[in-house]
């Protein structure tokens, strides 16, 4: 099975309550929608819990945020899995890449994860942001280039953000750093043929247009 949910934070509890209440098992596939955070500190504490994480019987995979130390993620080696490009933090532990395809249990996702910080004025840089949070413009290269090889055809989108039009479902005013990012996914959105869009950032669970999803506590399984 396939379950979904929005940003963990490097909060344990989380993690372990998933566990609990789904009873995750071999051959199960966890996706968090960005703002992993247990690479945040990149210290002992963490990994440690990482080191734990590997023992479970499951697949955890994430796209990234806007809230991840992205040295620390992009430390780790590159590597194909299901289809696409991942960084393999551990040996069931997955960083999807953006702009990749993956299939998973028969079902395509394509992934790009990103967004800005409106919090960044608060953080230091290289300490807690990091300047990689939003896209380049090979990722985006990148991520067309996959959708075209798939004729714009996948069963489930997952991202950070989201498209302007759903963004402007959640707040009056988006941010306009945002702009080019959510202004991308708002191509994806219209070019592209997809059954859910699942997305974090917003830190609220809500149901949008029947198709698209933010996740923040909800746990939603894709493949009932």
Not at 12 to 20: A, F, P, S, T
Not at 195 to 202: A, I, L, P, T, V
Request: glycine letters at 6%.
């Amino acid at each position: 099975m396939i379950y979904i949910t929005g940003d963990t934070h490097g909060e344990q509890n989380r993690i372990l309550q998933i566990q609990n209440e789904h009873h995750l098992t071999n051959g199960d596939t966890l996706i968090i929608c960005g703002d992993f955070g247990f690479l945040f500190h990149n210290d002992k504490q963490e990994n440690i819990f990482l080191d734990d994480l590997e023992k479970l019987p499951y697949t955890i995979c994430f796209c990234d945020g806007n809230h991840e130390n992205f040295p620390a993620i992009y430390s780790h080696p590159v590597e194909e899995w299901n289809g696409g490009k991942i960084h393999k933090i551990r040996k069931n532990i997955f960083h999807l890449m953006r702009g990749q395809i993956f299939e998973i249990e028969n079902k395509s996702f394509f992934v790009m994860g990103g967004a800005y910080s409106i919090d960044k004025y608060m953080r230091l840089e290289n300490v807690s942001w990091w300047k990689e949070e939003l896209p380049s413009n090979e990722e985006y290269k990148e991520a067309s280039k996959n959708l075209r090889t798939h004729d714009f055809k996948v069963d489930y989108i997952i991202t950070h953000t989201a498209p302007n039009e759903i963004v402007r479902n959640l707040c009056s005013y988006p941010d306009h750093h945002d702009a080019e990012l959510c202004g991308f996914l708002e191509w994806v959105m219209h070019e592209t043929t997809f059954d859910k869009w699942f997305f974090g950032h917003w830190h609220i669970d809500k149901k949008i247009y029947d198709r698209f999803y933010a996740l923040y506590y909800d746990i939603i399984c894709c493949n009932k």
